[in-house]
């Protein structure tokens, strides 16, 4: 198999990279060349999808599958999509949950209403981009298209630091404020999982939209934070508080508390939607502690939360230690 990643050097892109070279197919990658490394034996194609002529490297290739984890302009994304359209097979874009227009809506499935988006956009938020990038793909590539709409993704390699510190904080050990209820739910999917179901489903042509993620009940908060003591050995004790009473105090769920998201949050629908059709299709997660334990092993080999491929720099989330402690206290 021939692939080709459009990005390559990020969270998501880097870890379909890996997969591919693991199962042996001939990757290629293209991006800026600005940050990050690629694996041996990865073919690397340079240019900017955003300027005149960026895209001149892809002329004359020929690749079975590519995978584009683009989140700007949905106009440069219908660009890439028009370039490729005769020298690619099939096409994976990499889409989040974000698009769909009620996100308190529980049970949201690829049919739910979307937010309204334009193909050929140069701006607008997240959900508004991804949406677009959407249709701008299927517009080129139609049943050759699958949109992956990724929710919370976690696992080595993770770039925005959530899992990342919730490990930090647990190693430091102590009274760990933890937010409760224990029970409460958590609908993720491990980086590696959804690279390894995309290239299969891209491999054998499947087509559509699917919600690429893991089921709404993988997990809980409660063994989430235990596969944190357990993989760090740390002597932490996780504290766990009613979530009336961390709101109240100011403390923002998903920013300050990472990964937690109470069930009266007004975007708690994200994290229980409908993977009926990704299961079917033959998504599968591995267990939550392997998940966390091989995090903590990337991120101590590391040292620190790595920079966001082609993004903005993004301030720093987690609850500061003296806020935690006065919480604590009271």
Partial sequence: MRLLVLGGTGFVGGATVTEGVRRGWSVTVFNRGLHGAVPPGVHRLRGDRTAPDGLAALAGGGWDLVVDTWDGAPRAARD???????????????SSGSVYRDPSAHGLDEDSPVVDADADSVDGDYPQLKAGAERAVREVFGDRALIARAGLILGPGEDVGRLPWWLRRV???????????????????????????????GARRAGGTFNAVGRPAQTTMGELLDACVAATGAD??????????????????????????????????????????????????????ETVAD?????RAVGAVPPRAGRPHRSSIGLDPAREAALLAA
């Fill in 80 to 94: 890439a999509a028009r370039a490729l359209a005769g020298s690619v097979r099939h096409y994976v874009y990499v």
């Fill in 171 to 201: 190693e430091r050990g102590g009274d760990v404020l933890a937010p409760g209820p224990a029970d409460l739910s958590v609908q993720y999917v491990d980086v590696r999982d959804l690279a390894a179901w995309m290239l299969d489903a």
């Fill in 236 to 289: 932490a004790r996780l504290r766990w508080t009613d979530p009336a009473r961390i709101v109240a105090a100011g403390v923002q769920p998903w920013n300050d508390l990472p990964i937690w998201m109470p069930t009266d949050h007004p975007y708690r629908g994200l994290l229980e939607r409908d993977v009926t059709r990704a299961l079917a299709a033959g998504l599968t997660c591995r267990p939550v502690a």
């Fill in 295 to 299: 995090t903590w092993r990337w991120l």
